[in-house]
T-cell receptor, first 115, second 115 residues
Framework: AQSVSQHNHHVILSEAASLELGCNYS??????LFWYVQYPGQHLQLLLK??????LVKGIKGFEAEFIKSKFSFNLRKPSVQWSDTAEYFC?????????????FGKGTRLSVIA | GAVVSQHPSWVICKSGTSVKIECRSL??????MFWYRQFPKQSLMLMAT?????????EQGVEKDKFLINHASLTLSTLTVTSAHPEDSSFYIC???????????FGPGTRLTVT
């Protein structure tokens, strides 16, 4: 089935460690890609998005993601995490079906940053 | 940026009663609204897509007679959970999209607890 896959269910890092969260999708054609963050008890916030152009996308709070079309991937990265980055991270894709196609979410990756 | 509000943010109801959740786009016209459900520590599952002035399109497995969606105006959509049961307890999140964008803007969510 066509889907969005996030490989890591739970990632635990120490402060200042580098972060990379994997995201793969299985749709062919042109897709729009997003990363959202959900801090504990809060609603979804957009971290960054890719529609076209430079495949390296920079978002808020020092996050970036790289779109690699050949690998159907859109991995999220941050060079140095902070305790405040503890949250749930969701990769999402708008499939190439046109119209009002909604976002399809991955299952999410919980990031725990410890001191 | 585009703002989406939801009301109420938290509701407790007795089994068998109905609950209405409102979703409003505050500073843009939402031609399409989406309703998601999120179980604890899980991803967002799309329930239905609604376009202003027309019937909602429900995802497979979502009971349209139980989850009534109305999108009567370009700024308001409502989700009514009819004859609620404890298994309907969940976090319900709405999302809105304007007429000229692929982006979806998310509301803060409504936590429903059915006792």
């Amino acid at each position: 089935a066509q889907s969005v896959s996030q490989h890591n269910h739970h990632v635990i890092l120490s402060e200042a460690a580098s972060l990379e969260l994997g995201c793969n999708y299985s749709y062919g054609g042109t897709v729009n890609l997003f990363w959202y963050v959900q801090y504990p008890g809060q609603h979804l916030q957009l971290l960054l998005k890719y529609f076209s152009g430079d495949p390296l996308v920079k978002g808020i709070k020092g996050f970036e993601a790289e779109f690699i079309k050949s690998k159907f991937s859109f991995n999220l990265r941050k060079p140095s995490v902070q305790w405040s980055d503890t949250a749930e991270y969701f990769c999402a894709v708008i499939p190439p079906w046109g119209g009002n196609t909604p976002l399809v979410f991955g299952k999410g990756t919980r990031l725990s940053v410890i001191a | 940026g585009a703002v989406v509000s939801q009301h109420p943010s938290w509701v407790i109801c007795k089994s068998g009663t109905s609950v209405k959740i409102e979703c409003r786009s505050l500073d843009f016209q939402a031609t399409t609204m989406f309703w998601y459900r999120q179980f604890p520590k899980q991803s967002l599952m799309l329930m239905a897509t609604s376009n202003e002035g027309s019937k909602a399109t429900y995802e497979q497995g979502v009971e349209k007679d139980k989850f009534l969606i109305n999108h009567a105006s370009l700024t308001l959509s409502t989700l009514t959970v009819t004859s609620a049961h404890p298994e309907d307890s969940s976090f319900y999140i709405c999302s809105a999209r304007g007429p000229a964008s692929y982006e979806q803007y998310f509301g803060p969510g409504t936590r429903l607890t059915v006792t």
